[in-house]
């Protein structure tokens, strides 16, 4: 069906970017592959000028891995080197810029320029769709498990012991049948979750002394909280990673790093004013406040600034040749793009602490028929 030969580039690219979206593109990942590679060495994009066309072809080949060019929406400028007014009244392929400029890698500054320019259209046009940069808010509970011990249960609060008990045994079943299978290595990083409780201790001590850390020296502790390399190492687990996986997911390759920023930042973003209402650990906004001495927008423009240059990243790290396989680094980015939706930009309570806030669209997901 893909690779029918007797499809139009168009077609295809059409029909895949339809299969994403109705979430069923798993199915077809080998076709879609060898269809999008055959569309970049055959396809000259150069003879097509809509909107959504080069969009949606520069789009599904980044996300493929491929380095296409961002020189292709050279054609949708005017004379004065802006996006053509014109544009704005294609609304779905304004939609589908907007998309394809968040495939951006650092250097290119036609597709910020994309962002900005969909970003302020979208938000001023009538539409029920909500355009916003979604936040995102990801954060463990758990505070005082130091070893890796299951005799450490009796020296816990009553409160803690169901967590620490259930942890230890789905680890420990994790472990068994891995290391069955030859692969005994592939509990070692999920077994580091005491280094994640040690960081959240560290923000205890902080939050009990009314201690206010510099905004490095919170991140060096916060990027740790943020439990991202300790969730995408039980999906290496579930994807049958090697060592040399593993060994990746413990380096400082930047991609981990993006993640990690990613996750705490929108994080903090989202949820600060109502952690701090509630009692929390001063977050990277107020650190960043009080260190600097600036308001409350201006911390959480630089923040976003680092998040945006964070996501380029990661987009880099897609491109092929890649540094693991592919279906291990989408995991990575589907992580990031899950806490994007279920954070959104909301500064008085995120959607992880009120689930209801996403209702409607898990209802759309899981209930309602596609009408």
Not at 33 to 50: F, T, V
């Amino acid at each position: 069906m893909i690779m029918d030969t007797t499809d139009a580039p168009v077609q295809k690219l059409n029909l895949i970017d339809t299969l994403q979206k109705l979430c069923v593109a798993y199915t077809f990942e080998e076709e879609m592959e060898d269809a999008l590679q055959k569309i970049y060495n055959d396809c000259d994009i150069d003879h097509y000028n809509d909107l959504h066309t080069v969009s949606v072809y520069f789009r599904l080949l980044r996300q493929q891995g491929i380095k296409v060019s961002s020189d292709v929406f050279e054609k949708l400028k005017d004379v004065d080197r802006k996006f053509k007014s014109s544009l704005i009244n294609a609304v779905q392929g304004m939609v589908n810029l907007h998309e394809a400029a968040h495939f951006a890698i650092h250097g290119e500054d036609i597709l910020d320029e994309a962002l900005a320019f969909t970003a302020t259209q979208l938000k001023s046009m009538a539409s029920r769709f909500d355009y916003n940069i979604l936040q995102v808010r990801h954060q463990k509970q758990l505070s005082d498990i130091l070893k890796w011990d299951i005799g450490a249960i009796d020296t816990l609060p009553d409160y803690m012991k169901f967590i620490y008990k259930t942890l230890f045994d789905v680890l420990g079943a994790i472990e068994e049948d891995s290391t069955r299978e030859g692969r005994p290595y592939s509990i070692s990083y999920p077994k580091k979750a005491q280094r994640v409780a040690e960081a959240y201790y560290t923000e205890a001590v902080w939050f009990n002394k009314g201690y206010v850390p510099t905004f490095e020296e919170y991140m060096s502790v916060a990027l740790e909280t943020a439990s991202c390399r300790w969730i995408i190492s039980i999906n290496f687990i579930g994807l049958r990673g090697t060592k040399e996986d593993f060994d990746w997911l413990c380096s400082d390759h930047k991609v981990i790093k993006a993640a990690d920023l990613i996750g705490r930042l929108l994080d903090d973003k989202a949820s600060h004013r109502f952690e701090q209402k509630r009692g929390h650990v001063p977050s990277a906004v107020e650190c960043y406040m009080m260190q600097y001495g600036v308001s409350e927008d201006e911390a959480i423009r630089v923040i976003l600034e680092q998040v945006a240059d964070a996501w380029k990243d990661l987009n880099e790290a897609m491109l092929k040749p890649t540094a693991v396989s592919m279906p291990l680094l989408e995991r990575i980015l589907n992580y990031c793009r899950t806490m994007e939706f279920v954070y959104k930009d909301d500064r008085d309570i995120d959607a992880f602490s009120d689930p209801t806030k996403i209702k409607d669209q898990v209802a759309s997901l899981l209930r309602d028929p596609i009408l």
